[in-house]
């Protein structure tokens, strides 16, 4: 029989226990934490698992002449596990907001064993260097070990003691000696010739690693735009110029020793330009070499920048989700080798994409039915607010923002612009419609919730609002065009005011499935209540409306495929 584990008359007895590696931080509230390796990568992401009760007791409460009874009530058993994916830019957090609005919770309850995935770079996954630091602060809460980790990675600097992060230090460059160095302040300037060659080899890395192409050029046409600043006397302009230029030709070449001792050389040049400068005008520019360092260090924090958020969407798809649910399934073995699968918003698109690409292929799908709330492949027939994300689609803007702190921007600005008159008040009607969540509940959720996100990642998602909908990272596989292929019952569910997701943009995607795989449901009323973007998840009325839904449809497809 169901239960319901938010009644006054119901508790759960399995106990808390620590996570996979240890204690775990304050803001997990999962009965485990564990770590899961992404192969090929530093990723450690995190898992919050949920494991049903073994028993429940339920007090039935009887009329007043008589007193309550008791009953023990064995959760139902469930064949298959549960996996739990979040939307862009958010955690494990808006799926277990707090005790009485917890969606992982509640399904667990329900006798499902239960694992809230949170993919690189979201809420308590990290690298694994991150890790190590994190470990020995697990009992910390997210506003202090984990925000600090996360503000070192926006500033370009690396947690404590971690060399991956190191850009500088990480090339052992030799510095070229030139008789024509200034002899003023030379004992500084071979140390500007080592910061800059290194700093420059990096760069050169990074055009060929990361890009794959010179779009970065915009970036060291900036830095050596800045460093002409430097140069007080017109007559030199026409040198550093054509230095800058030979710099930036071997930049776009495979990196090589014999290509890094070339930009070492030059670099050496280019110092003693600066230097040069400085001994032609009167009065002296003091002070050149500290702005110099400056702009080199500022090169440095803007190449970490991107290289730590180096991932689009189909890294999610092909290489986190797949990790993840290889893990869940050894740890809660199936006869079938499958298990159930929830996606709210981005983790509805990544449940989509999955069994698109698997109809594609023709194989044979892991999952034994999905679930996707607020979510679609193709958004262009309906009036979304994330169309405010197109302008983003040119890559020269993902370049000037490579991440954006989303987690960080709204955590400083949402306790001072959270009402009108301030536009940040419209992020609750993005989120939840008009009295559909506890306020407080609404603020812990803003302000734990969100992440930073990178910009490749929002790249990607746009295509979703161009013709032929949502398209993978080389734009030559369309996710939509498989959709009647699939395999894998749906249930998808749209609220009738989320301005994020319209009901119309559900089934856009909908509509392309074979009509005996697919439920369709839009929840809310004319006369209300209303559901927006998150209310499907956590919303005052979900557990009665939304939750028995989700419950009923799983269970039909749990027992057919045990």
């Known amino acids: 029989m169901g239960i319901d584990p938010f009644s006054p008359f119901s508790c759960k007895v399995n106990k808390m226990t620590r996570g996979k590696y240890g204690a775990k931080p304050a803001i997990c509230t999962a009965d485990e934490l564990h770590y899961v390796p992404v192969p090929g990568t530093e990723w450690r992401l995190a898992l919050w698992r949920y494991r049903p009760p073994p028993e429940v007791r339920v007090l039935i409460p009887l009329p007043a002449e008589r007193v309550a009874a008791a009953w023990f009530v064995q959760a139902p058993k469930r064949n298959h596990p549960l996996m739990l994916l979040s939307g ?9 907001l707090s005790p009485g609005a917890s969606f992982a919770r509640h399904m667990s309850m329900q006798g499902f064993d239960t694992w809230i995935v949170e993919v690189r770079g979201a809420g308590l996954s990290m690298r694994g260097s991150e890790l190590a630091v994190a470990d020995t602060t697990s009992d910390m809460s997210r506003s202090s070990a984990l925000d600090e980790i996360t503000t070192q990675k926006l500033n370009g600097a690396g947690p404590a003691k ?44 990074t055009f060929s690693g990361y890009v794959k192409d010179s ?44 290509i890094s001792d070339q930009i070492s050389h030059l670099s050496q040049r ?38 730590s958020y180096d991932w689009d969407f189909d890294h999610y798809l092909e290489e986190d989700v797949p990790a993840a649910m290889n893990y869940i399934k050894q740890q809660s ?23 698109s690409k ?39 803007e993902m370049l000037r923002v490579p991440a954006i702190p989303l987690g960080t921007l709204l955590s400083t600005t949402y306790p001072i612009s959270s009402r009108a008159p301030y536009i940040l008040s419209l992020l609750r009607s993005q989120i939840s419609s008009k009295d559909m969540m506890d ?5 812990k959720l803003v302000l734990n919730n969100f992440c930073t996100v990178p910009a490749k990642v929002l790249l990607q998602l746009t295509t979703a609002f161009r ?10 596989f369309f996710f939509k065009q498989h959709l009647h292929k699939i395999k894998v019952p749906i249930l998808a569910l749209a609220g009738d005011e989320d301005l994020i997701c319209p009901p119309e943009a559900v089934y856009e995607t909908v509509k392309l499935i074979p009509q005996h795989l697919v439920t369709y449901k839009v929840f809310g009323k004319p006369e209300g209540p209303h559901y927006a973007h998150y209310d499907l998840v956590g919303g005052r009325k979900a557990v009665h409306e939304v939750y028995p839904c989700i419950i009923e449809f799983l269970s039909q497809h749990d027992e057919v495929s045990s």
Request: include cysteine.
């Open 439 to 443: 306020p407080d509940l609404l603020s």
């Open 88 to 96: 862009v830019a958010t955690n494990a957090i808006g799926f277990d």
């Open 162 to 205: 971690d060399d991956s992060t190191c850009l500088a230090q990480n090339f052992e460059v030799p510095v070229v000696e030139d008789k024509d160095v200034i002899e003023s302040n030379a004992s500084e300037e071979p140390q500007l010739v080592t910061k800059l060659s290194n700093t420059l080899a990096r760069l050169g890395d």
């Open 333 to 355: 073995p199936t006869k079938d080798g499958k298990l159930l699968a929830i996606g709210h918003s981005m983790g509805g698109i990544l449940l989509y994409a999955m069994v």
């Open 467 to 476: 013709d032929g909908g949502l398209r993978n990272r080389a734009g030559t």
């Open 270 to 307: 280019l110092v003693n330009i600066l230097g040069e400068g400085q001994q032609n005008i009167s009065p002296r520019l003091f002070g050149w070499q500290e702005r110099l360092s400056a702009t080199i260090e500022d090169l440095q924090k803007q190449l970490e920048l991107i290289i």
């Open 358 to 396: 698997c109809g594609c292929e023709g194989a044979e799908p892991e999952l034994v039915a999905i679930v996707t709330l607020a979510s679609s492949v193709d958004y262009t027939t309906s009036n979304s607010s994330l169309k405010l994300l197109l302008p983003l689609a040119d890559p020269a």
């Open 215 to 258: 779009r970065l050029r915009s970036i060291a046409d900036g830095f050596f735009n800045q460093v002409s600043e430097l140069v007080p006397d017109a007559s030199l302009t026409s040198s550093l110029e054509e230095v800058s230029e030979k710099i930036l030709g071997l930049l776009e070449l495979p990196q090589t020793s014999a």
